[in-house]
């Protein structure tokens, strides 16, 4: 049976109840195929299920729905399932299991919330902010992981004083800091006006990403290792004059 749900922590966590003693369970937010003879079900969430749930699972282990909030953001095919599994294993074996890494599903569970940690380390450093000219601060995005309001905290502390909008662009969603509260909000596009100042700090920066470059010795494989290429369209440094 196929278990798709709307994607919520809630709703996962229902699904989760309702799969548990299913052998072939699959869950998922996303569409799937079905096969000759397979039935699926959409879930609704039901809070009152989703905190029996998390009842239960943080009884047995304190840092299982830190582990699911870190799952369910992954831009992992699968991840779903892969929680789903990792969750189980909790449950039947009635303990924490993470250091269980001769298990299959505990392997890929860890696997998978490695990427996504990986992921915001990589962004506390790729992520190139905007000047507008009202001031505040913006930065376009498009992760692998649903994190944008996960970098909030690491910004927060770096630049107190600046308001700043990170705006993940394949999810139409954006992680806002007004000065004093963050909050997440839908966000399709941004008009985004720049200060005066901010045309002049991205050639001054392109200027000195060239200066020490040093075209005989690059090094393109050893970069993309640093930097993935999926970044670079939002850094001013690799974006060339007829990008735009």
Known sequence: MIY????SKEAFLTAFLEAFPDADAYLTCTQKQLSIGQESVFVQSD?????????????LD?????DLSLLLRSGQTGHEQIAYRYLKKIATEGRPVRKMLADDDVVAAVECMNRVRWEIHRLHGF????????????????????????????FRARLPQFPFVLHDVSRKKAAIYDGKNAFVAPLERAEVVLSADEQGWQALWKRYYASVNIPSRERLKQMRGYMPVRYWKFLPEKISPSDG
């Open 62 to 66: 304190k840092n299982s729905l830190s």
């Open 127 to 154: 992520i190139r902010f905007m000047e507008s000219a009202s001031g505040a601060l913006y930065a376009p995005f498009s992760p692998d992981n649903d994190v944008c309001d996960l970098l909030v905290p690491h």
């Open 47 to 59: 809070e009152v299920r989703a905190a029996k749930a998390e009842r239960r699972l943080l009884q």
């Open 4 to 7: 798709f749900f709307d994607g």
